[in-house]
């Protein structure tokens, strides 16, 4: 079994034990490895191959290099390899130089890419998303940053990776797992941190968990950071969040412990009942202010005992007002 790391630090694993470093003598070897891996279908013509390595070359002398290389390559690989021809792993076939692909051979890029695939298509959606990150060690290949041909791979798996990190925190804020979204969103905005989107639903995540403070200084290093990079405001949208968030008008979503929920209990349904003389539209809002409530049945985790009261006291501070207004005469 062939295992390659191509996602942060390099490593190649035979049989589950990592080559050493030292047995790369040529980086030239490593980095046909490394081609091979990540193009598509794991195949180049060899001329592509001596464009990128050996560009300078005179063709016949890069031609020589190439299958020096493609030697040197296949004896670490496959140390009691007999003859190239045998090659379980590195075949060359009418010039195209392959990397065979199978049970055999597994590649983290691949299999970061295909659990992706697995979650576009809607298949263990959350599931997919969750290995897929976890694979993610790291940038590609840190080693070449400077290596043009690694240049676009990089990029591209890198907005793959900040593309499911933003899906993966939707999933868990809906969850009530609001510790591992605002995670999630924290290292989006460490990858990119211009992402006005980012930034607002981190905010609205912290406001969710009843971290105003924290919701507010989002908002604030959001603001200096557009304006010290692109010299821009925020976005509507955003200033209207901020706004809301200074006029405590969104709504916690703490879980809460049983004992919480059956307080709360006491004082919700005959409020309720005093508001079917609203009109439909203040019921509507009612049930939907409920339902914000009650989601946190579904998600109920222990409190400490300290936090209760204070989760208590700001539901009922929020349901009140909502019924005050709720009651008013038209």
């Known amino acids: 079994m ?3 790391f191509l996602l942060g630090r390099f490593c190649v694993k035979s049989e589950g034990v990592g080559l050493p470093e030292t047995v790369w003598k040529r980086r030239k070897v490593k980095n046909l490895l490394k081609l091979l891996a990540l193009h598509p279908n ?7 191959i001596i464009e990128i390595l050996w560009p300078k070359l005179d063709r016949a002398v890069a031609s020589s290099n190439l299958y020096r290389h493609l030697y040197e390559l296949r004896r670490l690989l496959e140390p009691d390899l007999a003859q190239p021809s045998a090659s379980r792993f590195i075949t060359t076939k009418m010039d195209i ?7 055999d051979v597994w590649i983290d890029t691949q299999a970061f890419e295909e659990l992706l695939e697995q979650a576009r298509l809607a298949k263990s959606l959350q599931s997919c998303l969750e290995q897929a990150v976890h694979l993610y060690q790291g940038d590609l290949l840190l080693e070449d940053l400077y290596e043009e041909w690694s240049f676009n791979y990089r990029e591209t798996l890198k907005s793959s990776f900040v593309r499911a990190l933003g899906e993966l925190a939707k999933f868990y804020r809906a969850d009530h797992n609001y510790d591992a979204a605002i995670a999630c969103y924290k290292q989006v905005l460490q990858h990119n941190n211009l992402s006005e989107h980012t930034h607002r639903e981190l905010m609205l995540t912290y406001a969710l968990t009843g971290q ?18 692109l010299e821009v405001e925020p976005e509507p949208e955003t200033i209207s969040l901020h706004r809301k968030i200074l006029a405590q008008e969104i709504l916690a979503r703490l879980p809460l412990t049983p004992v919480a929920i059956e307080q709360f209990d006491r004082l919700w349904r005959p409020t309720y009942n005093a508001a079917l003389g609203a009109t439909e539209k203040q019921r509507s809002q009612l049930t939907t202010l409920l339902t914000d409530i009650y989601d946190t049945k579904a998600a109920s985790k222990t409190l400490e005992p300290k936090a209760v009261n204070e989760v208590i006291n700001v539901l009922f501070q929020r349901f009140d007002k909502v019924i005050e207004i709720f009651l008013m005469a038209e």
Do not use: N, W
């Not at 794991?42 to 592509?48: A, I, M």
């Not at 105003?212 to 990079?229: H, I, N, P, V």
């Open 97 to 103: 130089v392959r990397l065979e692909s199978g049970p």
């Open 42 to 48: 794991h195949q180049l013509h060899k001329e592509q």
């Open 2 to 4: 062939l295992e390659i």
């Open 212 to 229: 105003r403070q924290q919701a507010l200084q989002q908002y604030q290093l959001c603001f200096d950071t557009l304006a010290l990079e």
